[in-house]
C-alpha cells in the first residue's frame, strides 16, 4: 500500500502520517525533512541559497538517508544524524527556498520513488506527493487549515527552542511558504483530483486520524 499526504506547512502531515505507518506497519518517508536536509547541507557549503546551480550540485553530491521506525525516524546526512539540527528555524525557512530550485525538486523526487519502490507499502508525506511523486498512490490524502490554526501549532512548537520567535513572525512565514510553495514553476502546492480533502482546523489530532484510518480501511 502506498499512501500519500499532501498539504501546507502546519497541516499536520508529518504527525498524521507517522500515526499511520506505524498503524499498518508500512514505512514512513518524511520528505520535507530531505529538503531540509540538503538545506542543512547548503549552509554547510556555504553556497548562497540564490545560487540554484551551486544549490542543485550540493543537493546531488549530498547523501540522505532515513532511518528508524516511524516514531523515531532519524534523518542522516552524509552519514551523520542531523535529525536535530535541521529543525532549526533558519533551517526552516531556507528549505522553503532550495526546495523550490527545479534540479533539487528532481533529484529528491527521484530519490523519494526509489525508498518508495521498497518493502511492502510506504506513507509519505510532503506538498507533490499526490500530483509528482506517487501520482498512482493507493490513497490520497490533502490536509489543510486556515494559516492562524496552522501557525498557531508552529508557533507552540517552535517557540520553546526559540523564546524570541512571535506568533506574527510565525504567521508571516507560514504565508510566505504558502504563497512560494503553490506559485513554484516546478511541482506546486496542488490538490490531486482523487485526494481526500480534509480540513483540520477545528480538529484534534485523534479526529483526523479516525478519519484517514477510515479511508484507508475502505481503500484495503
Known amino acids: 500500500m502506498l499512501i500519500a499526504i499532501d498539504g501546507p506547512s502546519g497541516a499536520g502531515?508529518?504527525?498524521?502520517?507517522?500515526?499511520?505507518?506505524?498503524e499498518f506497519g508500512l514505512l514512513y518517508v518524511d520528505t520535507g525533512?530531505?529538503?531540509?536536509?540538503?538545506?542543512?547541507?547548503?549552509?554547510?557549503?556555504?553556497?548562497?541559497?540564490?545560487?540554484?546551480?551551486?544549490?542543485?550540485?550540493?543537493?546531488?553530491?549530498?547523501?540522505?538517508?532515513?532511518a528508524g521506525d516511524p516514531d523515531s525516524l532519524r534523518v542522516l546526512l552524509d552519514g551523520h544524524d542531523v535529525s536535530g539540527e535541521i529543525r532549526a528555524e533558519q533551517i526552516t525557512r531556507?528549505?522553503?527556498?532550495?526546495?523550490?530550485?527545479?534540479?533539487?525538486r528532481r533529484d529528491l523526487v527521484r530519490r523519494q520513488r526509489e525508498?518508495?519502490?521498497?518493502?511492502?507499502?510506504?506513507?509519505?508525506?510532503?506538498?507533490d506527493i499526490g500530483t509528482i511523486v506517487f501520482p498512482g498512490a493507493d490513497v490520497k490524502f490533502f490536509l489543510t487549515a486556515v494559516p492562524e490554526a496552522r501557525a498557531q501549532r508552529r508557533y507552540d512548537e517552535?517557540?520553546?527552542?526559540?523564546?524570541?520567535?512571535?506568533?506574527?513572525?510565525?504567521?508571516?512565514?507560514?504565508?510566505?511558504?504558502?504563497?512560494?510553495?503553490s506559485t513554484r514553476a516546478d511541482s506546486p502546492l496542488s490538490i490531486a483530483e482523487d485526494a481526500v480533502v480534509i480540513d483540520t482546523t477545528d480538529l484534534s489530532i485523534d479526529e483526523v486520524f479516525a478519519l484517514l484510518l477510515e479511508v484507508v480501511r475502505e481503500r484495503q
Open 13 to 22: 502531515k508529518s504527525t498524521l502520517g507517522r500515526m499511520l505507518a506505524r
Open 33 to 66: 525533512a530531505m529538503y531540509r536536509a540538503v538545506a542543512l547541507a547548503v549552509v554547510a557549503a556555504n553556497v548562497n541559497a540564490n545560487d540554484a546551480d551551486g544549490v542543485a550540485r550540493v543537493a546531488a553530491q549530498a547523501k540522505i538517508e532515513l
Open 94 to 104: 531556507l528549505a522553503s527556498i532550495v526546495s523550490a530550485i527545479p534540479a533539487v
Open 115 to 127: 525508498m518508495g519502490a521498497r518493502g511492502s507499502g510506504v506513507v509519505l508525506d510532503g506538498r
Open 158 to 181: 517552535d517557540h520553546r527552542k526559540e523564546p524570541d520567535l512571535t506568533f506574527a513572525d510565525t504567521l508571516a512565514d507560514i504565508n510566505t511558504r504558502d504563497t512560494r510553495d
